[in-house]
């Protein structure tokens, strides 16, 4: 069983930054991916990053050039570091950590980004 916690949401005006955290914990598991998906009310949740084990990352183009994805590995640690942030970014950000052979969701940070 993987643990998985999200830090670092709060409010921020258009334009500011914040970085959120990610903390696997658990016994016996190696991760595969780690990603960051969010949820607009009223949206479906959609992956915002992610990075592989190898180090291979990927982005949704409405964050592109403004969010980065990186990870501690020695911490189990993830982090998405989201600047120029606009009020379409707001919402729950969730972290998912795929292992084999299951994924593992934390609960959720809320980001406001107000105009």
């Known amino acids: 069983q993987v643990q998985v916690v999200e830090s670092g949401g709060g409010l921020v005006q258009a334009g500011g930054s914040l970085r959120l955290s990610c903390v696997a914990s658990?016994?016996?598991?190696?991760?595969?991916?780690w990603g960051w998906y969010r949820q607009a009310p009223g949206k479906q949740r959609e992956l915002v990053a992610a990075?592989?084990?190898?180090?291979?990352?990927a982005y949704a183009s409405s964050v592109k050039d403004r969010f980065t994805i990186s990870r501690d590995n020695a911490k189990n640690t993830v982090y998405l570091q989201m600047n120029s942030l606009k009020p379409e970014d707001t919402g729950v950000y969730y972290c998912?950590?795929?292992?084999?052979?299951?994924?593992?969701w934390g609960q959720g940070t809320q980001v406001t980004v107000s105009s």
């Open positions: 998912n950590v795929k292992t084999t052979p299951s994924d593992y």
């Open positions: 658990g016994s016996s598991f190696r991760i595969n991916v």
């Open positions: 990075i592989t084990n190898g180090g291979n990352t």
